[in-house]
C-alpha cells in the first residue's frame, strides 16, 4: 500500500458523514452535501488511479466529477420550485 492508496481509503471513509449529514437536514443543505460528496469521491477514483497505476480510473473520475456537476445543476433547478 502506497500513500495514494491510504488516502483514497480515507477520503472514501470520509463519505459516511456526508451520508449522514445528508439525510438529516433540509434539502438546501443536501445540495451542498451532495456536491461535496461528488468531489471528495472525484478525488479518491484519482488517488486510486495514481495509487493502483489504472488509468481507466483516471476516466472514471473525470465522468463522475462532470456527472456530479450537472447532477447538482439539476436537483438545484428542481429543488427551486419549493424553497
Known amino acids: 500500500m502506497n500513500a495514494f492508496v491510504i488516502a483514497a481509503t480515507v477520503l472514501i471513509a470520509a463519505l459516511a458523514p456526508l451520508l449522514l449529514a445528508a439525510s438529516v437536514r433540509p434539502p438546501i443543505d443536501g445540495l451542498v452535501v451532495v456536491e461535496v ?18 488509468s481507466v480510473l483516471f476516466t472514471v473520475a473525470v465522468i463522475a466529477a462532470i456527472a456530479s456537476w450537472i447532477g447538482g445543476l439539476v436537483f438545484a433547478r428542481f429543488l427551486g420550485r419549493w424553497i
Open 37 to 54: 460528496a461528488g468531489a471528495v469521491t472525484t478525488l479518491a477514483l484519482l488517488c486510486l488511479s495514481v495509487g493502483l497505476g489504472d
